[in-house]
C-alpha cells in the first residue's frame, strides 16, 4: 500500500531519520533495547552501523516519494536532519526538507515528531545556526502533529562535533589564546542523556498536543573554556587558556581551520551560536521525564572517554580492513592506527602458535636488533623493557607479561591483544587477529596509539616510519614459521603447541 494514503501506524514502530550522524547512530541501539521496532533512514544506508534487528531504508531527506516510503506505518518520527555541513545556503536546504517530512508525516498518519534543535533564547541576536533550528521545529509542528522539540547546547560524547573540536585544541595546542565565544554560558549534555530524553519521548505518556518546545542541559553551566579546561585535566595535561577580546568568531572560524580542519566548516557555525549565552531556562524537561537525571560535565567527559576505550577494545580490525594487506594508516577518535596483513600459508589453529611465540629468547621474527634499542631506551627511561621475558615459550594468558607489554585478551586461535607497558607520551596496544581462508589464514597486525598531547604526537610520526620495516618484517616472519609448520617442525613445534603448553600451565 502506498505511503500517500492515511494509515493506522504500528504503536511500537519508529523511524529515525539521519541514521548514519552522530545522535541518529546513537539512539537506534537503545530504541531497540527499549523495545521498538525501528526503521533507519539514511541518504548512504551502507553508512549506518546497526544490527539485524534495525530495518533500513535509503531516503534523501529532499526526494518527497522516498520520505513518504520511509515513514509508511510509523508511529514517531525522529527528525535529526541537518544539512549545515553541506556548505551555504544551508538554512534554505533545511528549510525545504522539513517541509517535505511534515507534509509526508501528516500524509502517513505519523502520531509524534521528536525533534533535536538548539538551545538559545528567542529574544536574543540568534546566529544563523540557532535560527534555522528553531525554524526546523516550527515547520514541523505546522503538520498539526505533535511535536516534541527539544534543544541542547553542547553534546558531550566521543564522536559528536563539539567534542572532537575540544579534542583536538586540547591534545594540539599547550597554550590556547581563546575568542570571545568561549566564554559564553552554555550548559553541556552528555549524549547518553540527550537519547535518554529522545527514547522516553516515543513511550506512552500523559497525551502532550501541539507543539511542545522543550530545553535540555546537564546540571552545570559550563562555558567553552571551561569544558577545555576540563578536558585538559581528565587527560592529564596542563594548558594555558589565554583569553583574547579581539578575535571575533568569524576569524575563529579560520583558527578552528587551523587546528580541527575536519570539524571547522561546523564548527565556525557552533561558533557564531556561541555568541549568545544557550543555557537552560525552563525546568519542563524535568516535569514531563521526571526518570531522566542529566550528569555533571565532568561525568560526562569521563562517559565519553570509557565509552571510547571499550569501543576501541571491541573493534576487530579485520572487519573493518577486510582482506586488504597494504598498510593502513588512519587517526580515530583521537588515536592512531597502523594495520596491515598478510596471508599466511596454513590454517589459523598453526599460525597461531608462531603468533604466540612472539618476543622472549625467540624474538619478533626480523629486525630484532630495533627492538633491543627501542627496549634498552625503555630501560633508561625507567620502564620494563626486554629484561621481563616472556613467562612461557609457547602459551599466554591474560595478564602475562610479554616484555615490555602485557597480555589484554586472547582468544585463540583468533585473536591476541598486547597493552604496552613501556615509558610512552600515550598509550598503545599491539592487535592480532586471524580469519581462516581454506588452507590459508589472514593474519592482521594492527598498532593503535592514544597520544597525550602534542609529545605523543610526535612520538607518532617520529616511529611511524620504522612500522614499515619492523611490523612488515614481523608478519613475513609469522608466515616463515607458518611455512615450516605445514613443512615440518622448525622453530616452534608443531602445530598446536599453543593449545598443548597452555594445557600443560593449566594442569
Not at 587527560?235 to 587558556?241: D, H, K, N, Q, T
Not at 581462516?436 to 598531547?453: C, I, K, M, N, Y
Request: a negative charge.
Amino acid at each position: 500500500m502506498s505511503s500517500t494514503g492515511t494509515r493506522t501506524p504500528r504503536p511500537d514502530r519508529v523511524l529515525v531519520t539521519a541514521a548514519s550522524g552522530y545522535i541518529g547512530s546513537s539512539l537506534l541501539a537503545p530504541l531497540v533495547a527499549a523495545g521498538f521496532r525501528v526503521r533507519a533512514s539514511a541518504r548512504s544506508p551502507q553508512r549506518v552501523k546497526t544490527t539485524e534487528d534495525v530495518e533500513l531504508v535509503q531516503a534523501d531527506a529532499l526526494d518527497p516519494d522516498a520520505v513518504a516510503e520511509s515513514l509508511r506505518d510509523v508511529a514517531t518520527a525522529y527528525y535529526l536532519v541537518h544539512t549545515l555541513g553541506t556548505g551555504a545556503g544551508y538554512a534554505e536546504r533545511d528549510r525545504l526538507a522539513a517541509r517535505i517530512f511534515a507534509e509526508a508525516a501528516r500524509r502517513a498518519g505519523v502520531q509524534r515528531i521528536v525533534f533535536l534543535g538548539g538551545l538559545g533564547e528567542e529574544q536574543s541576536a540568534l546566529s544563523e545556526h540557532l535560527a534555522s533550528r528553531h525554524e526546523v521545529g516550527r515547520l514541523l509542528a505546522e503538520s498539526g502533529i505533535p511535536t516534541d522539540e527539544f534543544r541542547a547546547s553542547i553534546v558531550i560524547g566521543g564522536g559528536s562535533t563539539s567534542f572532537e573540536m575540544i579534542r583536538n585544541l586540547v591534545e594540539k595546542l599547550p597554550v590556547m589564546p581563546t575568542p570571545r565565544w568561549v566564554r559564553m554560558p552554555a550548559q553541556p549534555i552528555a549524549v547518553d542523556d540527550v537519547v535518554a530524553y529522545l527514547v522516553a519521548a516515543a513511550r506512552p505518556a500523559p497525551a502532550r498536543t501541539g507543539h511542545t518546545v522543550i530545553e535540555i542541559g546537564g546540571p552545570d553551566i559550563v562555558s567553552y573554556s571551561g569544558l577545555l579546561e576540563l578536558f585538559a585535566q581528565r587527560r592529564g595535561l596542563r594548558r594555558l587558556v589565554i583569553p583574547l577580546p579581539v578575535l571575533s568568531p568569524w576569524l575563529s572560524g579560520w583558527w578552528l581551520y587551523l587546528f580541527t580542519p575536519r570539524e571547522a566548516t561546523v564548527g565556525r557555525q557552533l561558533a557564531e551560536s556561541l555568541r549568545s549565552p544557550t543555557t537552560v531556562t525552563s525546568d519542563i524537561a524535568a516535569h514531563l521525564f521526571p526518570d531522566v537525571t542529566p550528569m555533571s560535565a565532568a561525568d560526562a567527559v569521563d562517559r565519553a572517554f570509557a565509552a571510547e576505550a571499550e569501543r576501541f577494545s571491541a573493534t576487530r580490525w579485520a572487519e573493518e580492513f577486510g582482506d586488504h594487506c597494504d598498510a593502513v594508516s588512519l587517526s580515530r577518535a583521537g588515536r592512531y592506527i597502523d594495520s596491515r596483513a598478510i596471508r599466511a600459508h596454513c590454517p589459523a589453529e598453526a599460525a597461531f602458535d608462531p603468533v604466540a611465540c612472539i618476543g622472549g629468547e625467540r624474538g619478533w621474527y626480523a629486525f630484532d636488533t630495533l627492538w633491543d634499542i627501542r627496549g634498552f631506551i625503555d630501560l633508561v627511561l625507567g620502564g620494563p623493557g626486554h629484561r621481563r621475558g616472556r613467562r612461557d615459550p609457547y602459551a599466554l594468558v591474560e595478564g602475562d607479561r610479554l616484555e615490555w607489554w602485557r597480555v589484554e585478551h586472547v582468544d585463540a586461535p583468533r585473536l591476541l591483544r598486547l597493552h604496552a607497558e613501556m615509558r610512552l607520551p600515550g598509550t598503545g596496544w599491539l592487535q592480532y587477529e586471524l580469519e581462516s581462508e581454506g588452507d590459508t589464514t589472514l593474519v592482521r597486525q594492527t598498532a593503535t596509539f592514544h597520544p597525550t598531547g602534542v609529545a605523543g604526537r610526535l612520538y607518532w610520526y617520529a616511529v611511524l616510519p620504522f612500522h614499515h620495516f619492523v611490523f612488515r618484517g614481523t608478519l613475513a616472519g609469522i608466515d616463515r614459521e607458518c611455512r615450516a609448520l605445514v613443512d615440518g617442525p622448525n622453530a616452534c613445534p608443531l602445530p598446536g603447541a599453543y593449545a598443548r603448553a597452555l594445557e600443560e600451565r593449566e594442569g
